[in-house]
């Protein structure tokens, strides 16, 4: 069963609007979120990360938003930018594991 | 800047074939993990490593064993490779640091392996 889900497999946004992508979880023992950025032939590279005992984290363009009553993280990238067009993973870590969201793949289009 | 290489960017074997995936990063991390991304499987843990010659099991180890006998290096063995096995495969390492997983994940390439 999967703990962590991106139900959103794709998302499209115009440059310069904002790009919202959501993760929801299941165990309320996670404690340790983040997101990850992969594009095509590469490997994933960590973008931001948020612990439970906040509810927001902001990184230049990037701001993950944590909701523990909802079990509910999103991502918020503003402005939108074609080079962030890519697939994004969020993530949980719980008991040593690191567990992975689907994916979500955001294309930033002119 | 942390640095994981991975041995192969693409490979095409045969179903049986005993396949050696490696991965190696120069930063000195305790921690190293080997996981396949799937198309709407996300990725998925095999195995793991917290030291040289400890291994743990991830989600997904079956079919799968590994190897760490130094610090910089783990490998993947597909025993018997399998054409489900075909994937993209990912090796990251990191810092050890409270539970170990606290610490950022960095990612090789990938290898994208093909079965047949």
């Known amino acids: 069963d999967q703990q962590v889900k991106q139900n959103s497999p794709s998302l499209s946004v115009q440059e310069g609007r904002i790009s919202i992508l959501n993760c929801d979880y299941t165990?309320?023992?996670?404690?340790?979120f983040l997101w990850y950025k992969k594009y095509p032939a590469e490997g994933p590279t960590f973008l931001i990360s948020i612990s439970s005992i906040k509810d927001k984290n902001e990184d230049g363009r990037f701001t993950v938003f944590l909701n523990k009553s909802a079990k509910h993280l999103s991502l918020h990238i503003v402005p939108s930018q074609p080079g962030d067009s890519a697939v994004y993973f969020c993530a949980a870590i719980s008991a040593d594991k690191l567990i992975f969201g689907t994916g979500t793949r955001l294309q930033v289009f002119p | 800047d942390v640095k994981v290489t991975q041995s192969s960017r693409y490979l095409v074997k045969r179903t049986g074939e005993k396949v050696f995936l490696e991965c190696v990063q120069d930063m000195d991390h305790e921690n190293m993990f080997w996981y396949r991304q799937d198309p709407g499987l996300g990725l998925r843990l095999i195995y793991f490593s917290y030291d040289v010659k400890m291994k743990e099991k991830g989600d997904i180890p079956e079919g799968y064993s590994v190897s760490r006998e130094k610090k910089e290096r783990f490998s993947l063995i597909l025993e018997s490779a399998s054409t489900n096995q075909t994937s993209m495969y990912l090796c990251a390492s990191s810092l050890a640091g409270g539970g170990g997983y606290q610490e950022t994940q960095y990612f090789g390439p990938g290898t994208r392996l093909l079965v047949l």
């Open positions: 165990n309320s023992m996670f404690d340790y």
